[in-house]
């Protein structure tokens, strides 16, 4: 008797006060029904081992699961958080792009701009993930304790009881294909790091001499001026290679329609940056100067201006190509 009592008490002190009293002794009526006359120890120990683990037993009684987010829900949370997450990340990191844009760089070097930059945008994403994961779960918690049907099958995407015409909708993605999120992210960030650089590029890209204060800027190699009289070309860039990560993201695999897309992004940087170096006065006569005390002779000369164009073309030319390669792969 002392097992069975025990037993009892596991499985009701996890129950409401008020229901304890009632299924207690409906617990014991049921217990005494499933032992022999003259029962051993062993006997109650067979029949308490049938009924199985106290706590399992008691979140039968209860009007609500004990679990967070039983089986019904947790096909559709998975996959919810899987395609959410990576959303709510890129757009932490366009929030990001949008700070650094108009943000005052102050006295900093190239490196420690890029490190701070890249530091806020893994803040970022693991800010926001956790603020994702928090919202999404509370929802399909209290979805789980108000959900009055009694129907355990787990549901689809749809909310929806699975059908074999759901296996119609399945798209197998090679994995060549993919389009990786990483490389979403990695774009978003490089444009940052790059819009960050050009509009303070005569504060960080320029001349460094090394002192006992460590780094100190000298003399900054481009025009502020002349960079800054192209900027509808590089807001363009910027909100073209924005919207590009966006789509590789919903895209999910490269398509024709994705390749050609990023063709004309390649085809838009390469020639504002062709542009751009074009101009003579690109380069300040600062860095001129102090280039020239290094160097016998320092020329922006043909040889090197074709050398960058040829080189920035192949590049995008190449990379363009792998897009529309990766597309056509079967």
């Not at 129950?15 to 299924?23: V, Y």
């Not at 170096?277 to 690109?282: A, F, Y």
Request: charged share 20%; with cysteine.
């Amino acid at each position: 008797m002392e097992l069975i009592e025990l037993y009892i008490q596991e499985v009701t002190r996890r129950l409401p006060e008020k229901n304890r009293e009632d299924i207690a002794l409906e617990l014991h009526s049921t217990i005494e029904d499933m032992l022999p006359e003259n029962y051993t120890e062993e006997d109650v120990k067979g029949v308490l081992s049938k009924l199985g683990d106290p706590v399992t037993l008691a979140s039968g009684y209860r009007d609500r699961p004990m679990h967070l987010i039983g089986p019904r829900y947790y096909d559709v949370y998975i996959s919810l958080l899987k395609m959410i997450l990576p959303i709510a990340a890129v757009i932490s990191l366009i929030a990001l792009l949008g700070d650094n844009l108009f943000s005052n760089i102050g006295e900093k070097t190239v490196i420690e701009v890029v490190i701070i930059i890249i530091g806020k945008g893994i803040a970022g994403i693991i800010s926001t993930g956790i603020q994702v994961f928090f919202w999404l779960t509370l929802l399909f918690a209290v979805l789980e304790r108000t959900d009055t049907s009694k129907d355990p099958l787990p549901l689809t995407i749809g909310l929806k009881r699975w059908t074999p015409d759901d296996l119609k909708h399945i798209t197998n993605i090679s994995k060549k294909k993919t389009v990786p999120k990483i490389e979403v992210f990695g774009s978003l960030l490089g444009i940052s790091i790059f819009a960050a650089l050009y509009f303070n590029a005569a504060n960080l890209l320029g001349v460094y001499e090394k002192s006992k204060e460590g780094l100190t800027f000298v003399t900054p190699s481009f025009n502020q001026e002349v960079l800054n009289s192209y900027w509808p070309l590089i807001f363009c860039i910027i909100i073209f290679g924005a919207f590009l990560a966006i789509y590789k993201l919903l895209a999910g695999q490269w398509t024709r329609k994705l390749a050609w897309f990023h063709a004309g992004y390649q085809l838009l940087t390469t020639i504002t940056f062709i542009i751009i170096i074009s101009n003579p006065n690109l380069l300040t006569d600062e860095f001129i100067a102090y280039m020239s005390k290094l160097f016998s002779t320092l020329e922006w000369n043909v040889s090197i201006y074709w050398g960058l164009i040829l080189l920035t073309t192949f590049f995008a030319a190449y990379d363009s190509f792998q897009g529309f390669r990766k597309a056509n792969i079967r």
